[in-house]
């Protein structure tokens, strides 16, 4: 995808992450596309290991100091881009802590397109995060977030549009919610999700988005190439 203008991976960017060896090792396996093209990464569990802190992750990274006062720098950040807003949240990261000034980023901009992205995704069979649905949830539901992408579980989910927890009828009104896998997968239980569009058990998947005007196109591909699941957005 010669054409993108930067990538982005939902957390755990390796399996241990004070190993200075799995980070090599994403960096040997990545060959040159970092350095073409910018990275902009948010801390998963794994990134942050035993407790003992992302300070690993924090040496491999410059990234935006404008996050949430009195919290560690460089892991919750937000950035725009053409007509879009990022807003990048770190959810290792007490929660409350953060919900002051999601709801300031969210409520200054004045860009079309808001997407954001954090770790542990709200909508999933396997742990409920309702700390996060209260917190923040109700944030995007009120300021409209067109995306929230996450991680974590091991298999691939994009829901209906939500608003207030309920599956609506069309994007411009609610949000939808993704959550990507990029290794194999390993659900032994295969719950309903009546809130899900789309699932797959397995993977690697991985997601390619472009935007032209009013248009978003969401693609989801295999490492082939073969195209897994797919949405245009039109506003």
């Known amino acids: 995808h010669p054409d993108i203008s930067f990538y982005s991976i939902v957390g755990d960017l390796v399996s241990t992450g004070l190993n200075r060896d799995d980070r090599d090792e994403l960096w040997q396996h990545s060959g040159q596309e970092y350095k073409k093209k910018p990275l902009m990464p948010i801390p998963g569990n794994h990134d ?36 879009a807003l990022f807003l990048m949240i770190d959810a290792t990261l007490p929660v409350p802590n953060q919900t002051a000034w999601v709801e300031t980023a969210l409520k200054a901009t004045d860009k079309k397109w808001k ?6 995704p709200p909508y999933n069979f396997v742990e409920p995060y309702e700390e996060i649905m209260q917190e923040w949830g109700t944030l995007f539901d009120r300021y409209h977030v067109d995306m929230v992408m996450s991680g974590h579980m091991h298999y691939y989910l994009r829901t209906k549009p939500m608003f207030n927890k309920q599956p609506v009828s069309d994007p411009s009104k609610g949000t939808i919610y993704t959550m990507s896998i990029s290794i194999p997968g390993k659900q032994e239980e295969w719950l309903d999700e009546p809130y899900a569009l789309k699932r797959y058990q397995d993977g690697p998947l991985y997601q390619h988005i472009s935007i032209q005007n009013n248009t978003l196109k969401y693609v989801c591909y295999d490492p082939e190439g073969n195209v897994k699941d797919e949405l245009i957005i039109q506003k």
């Open 48 to 83: 942050s290991q035993d407790g003992l802190g992302a300070w690993m992750y924090k040496e491999m990274f410059s990234l935006p100091e404008n996050g949430p006062q009195n919290q560690p720098s460089e892991m919750t950040y937000s950035f725009t881009h053409q007509d």
């Open 115 to 120: 997407f954001v992205m954090f770790h542990f």
